[in-house]
């Protein structure tokens, strides 16, 4: 489940909160980086196909 809100990112496996130019990913309630606007997309995607292939392994 994706998010945008702090409070509720915590809750979802994987989760983005969003700001102005940046954003927080979150992973099973805890802050795992900070990213830069321009990379949000691309680096969500990434940590959703590591959790994939994680679990396919």
């Known amino acids: 489940m ?9 809750e979802a496996d994987i989760g983005l909160a969003g700001g102005i130019g940046e954003g927080l990913l979150f992973k099973k309630g ?4 900070k990213i830069k606007q321009e ?3 691309q680096e969500l995607k990434q940590e959703i ?4 292939n994680f679990h396919d392994e």
């Open 2 to 10: 994706l998010l945008i809100g702090p409070g509720e990112a915590r």
């Open 30 to 33: 805890e802050i795992i980086r």
């Open 39 to 41: 990379n949000m997309i």
């Open 49 to 52: 196909r590591n959790m994939v």
